[in-house]
């Protein structure tokens, strides 16, 4: 009964937006549909320069507040200089007498006429030089780590001064570092070995979780929702597992005991496999919650602007503000589980097995 109700109060609030939105359509709607992409878009990938927010005057010119980062750029030496000399991808930057311009997001070397080259896919095919740039997802990054330094240097001062008791932030944090420790690190580690990947398990779930909290305030970064990152964390898990893995463990990939020969033939190129799965599984977990969170969140907010009407705005900004506690909350379970994993994968790593092979 209570899904029949649900369903016939969902149809009637859809029939009432689309009663008031009839007739009410704005002539360049099409304009505004692309315009809002163009910003959901803009806001998922990272930039050259902190735009806080932006403005439109009275003759439609957009303007952007913020500030500049700097372009390190390695070019047959280094160039170096400010990304304000982009005018956000509008112009073309010199340096140490060469030319670059920005064409979706990334840096081409081009002439004094800024000419990018496409092929018949449209890729642009200019030279690339390397980039080392420090960006916006690179500036949250570092600040995200300087956050976790002060916090945690002051938690341990907090635990030295008042004898293992936490004060000020640090009441909040330390629960947290305790069911880290208590209910992921020895259940999925085992006591023997815990204390050695402690310190990376600590990291990863605060970082990736402050990181996921940024990503939902009006600052607009999205460094989580970069596949370049996620790869990058994934890697690191990646590394530590098999650098520290014992003799069972590679044991157990490439001739499993107690599996008949023929067995371990077939089995160890998929087990092998599953080295590789396993990271890559944690990279795209992050990335696609997080990515798929912003794009739904963007898309509710944008469509206030195609409504146009009481009703369909504030169901749209209802919904909006139902989603954005929703993504508070899965910012917090995506630290949780690529923490938890991590340590699974580590427990794999340096477990010990007493039996003896089967003949």
């Not at 509008?90 to 840096?107: P, T």
């Not at 640090?170 to 999925?188: H, M, Q, S, W």
């Not at 599953?274 to 977990?285: A, D, E, N, T």
């Not at 900004?317 to 139902?322: P, Y």
């Amino acid at each position: 009964m209570r899904k029949k109700i649900t369903v016939k109060t969902t149809t009637f609030l859809l029939l009432l937006i689309s009663f008031f939105s009839y007739g009410k359509e704005d002539p360049a709607k099409e304009e505004k549909n692309a315009e809002i992409k163009a910003y959901i878009q803009h806001h998922l990938q990272d930039s050259y320069d902190f735009n806080l927010y932006s403005v439109t005057d009275d003759n439609g010119q957009i303007h952007h507040r913020g500030f500049p980062l700097p372009v390190i750029l390695w070019d047959n030496g280094l160039k170096v200089f400010s990304s304000s000399k982009f005018h956000h991808g509008e112009a073309v930057a010199k340096a140490g007498g060469n030319y670059y311009k920005l064409d979706h997001g990334k840096i081409y070397k081009t002439d004094a006429s800024g000419i990018i080259n496409y092929d018949e896919s449209h890729h642009a095919t200019n030279v690339k030089p390397l980039d080392f740039s420090i960006t916006k997802s690179v500036v949250m990054i570092l600040i995200t780590c300087i956050l976790m330094f002060l916090l945690f240097k002051g938690l341990g001062r907090s635990y030295a001064k008042n004898g293992g008791i936490a004060k000020g932030v640090g009441r909040f944090f330390e629960p947290i570092v305790l069911y880290i420790r208590d209910d992921i690190a020895i259940p999925n580690i085992g006591e023997k070995h815990y204390k050695r990947y402690m310190s990376y398990l600590l990291t990863i779930f605060f970082f990736i979780w402050f990181l996921n909290i940024f990503g939902l305030t009006p600052l607009g970064v999205n460094v989580t929702g970069n596949i370049a990152v996620t790869t990058a964390l994934a890697l690191l898990t990646f590394l530590i597992t098999n650098l520290t893995a014992n003799k069972n463990y590679w044991k157990h990939i490439f001739w499993m005991p107690g599996v008949p020969v023929p067995m371990k033939v077939i089995l160890a190129p998929i087990e092998l496999l599953g080295v590789i799965i396993k990271p890559f599984s944690l990279l795209i977990r992050l990335y696609a919650n997080m990515q798929a969170g912003h794009i739904v969140l963007m898309s509710l907010i944008g469509l206030m602007f195609i409504f146009k009407s009481w009703i369909g705005s504030s169901l749209s900004f209802g919904l909006s503000f139902a989603i954005s506690l929703i993504e508070v909350l899965v910012a917090l379970l995506q630290a949780y589980i690529f923490t938890m994993l991590s340590a699974l994968y580590f427990g794999f790593a340096v477990e010990e097995h007493d039996h003896e092979e089967a003949h």
